[in-house]
C-alpha cells in the first residue's frame, strides 16, 4: 500500500495543500487545493497581530482583541483541515504524515522591529495551528522553513537538489493547482513527510 502524505506551504491567513502518494522514489500528486486560516469575514483575522488603525502595522496593544483573532484563526484551521482529510478518506487515501512549509522558523520574542515581530508571531501561530490540526486528526508531522526547505528535502529523500526541483516541476504538468512556488513547496513538504521512516 503507498503512503499518503498531506503537505502545506503555510502564508498568513491561508495554505497551499497538497495530498501526495507515495513511494518516496516516485511520488504522485493526488490532490490540490488552498485551505483558509483566517475568516474573509473577520479581516483581521489574516494578521491577527497588527494594529488594525495603525499606518505603520505595528503590534496589536489590545490583548483580548488578539485572543479573540487567534481564536478565529483556530477554528477555521481546524475546519479547512478537517474537510481536507475528511474528503482525502472519502477518496479512500489515508494521509498518516504532514509536512509543513513556514516561511520562517524563527523565534519571535528575538525581533527587535515590532512591525516585523507582529509578521513572526502570525507566521508561528499559522503554522502552529496547521500542526496541530494535523496532530489533532493523528497524523505525525515535520515541519520545515522556507530558506532550508530544498536542502532538508533532498537529504531526507536522497536526491540532488537540482533533480528535486525537476522533479517537483513534472509532478505539477498533471496537476491543476501546482504552478506556484507555494504548491511546490506544499508538494515537498509531502514528499518529505511521505519519505520519513516512522
Known sequence: MAKIAVGFRVKSG???????????????????????????AVPESRQPFHAVDDAQGDLEPNEAQIKKRVQVVRHVAEQSIGRLLTDCRANGWNPQRAGIVAGSLVDPSTIHSPHIRAHAMEGRLFRTVVDDAVQAHGLSSIVLGEKTAFGAGARQINLDERTLRRTLVSLGRHVDGLRRAEEKLAALAAWVAVSENR
Open 14 to 40: 491561508w495554505a497551499a495543500a497538497i495530498v501526495l502518494s507515495g513511494p518516496s522514489s516516485s511520488p504522485s500528486v493526488l490532490h490540490a487545493r488552498r485551505i483558509e486560516l483566517s475568516d474573509p
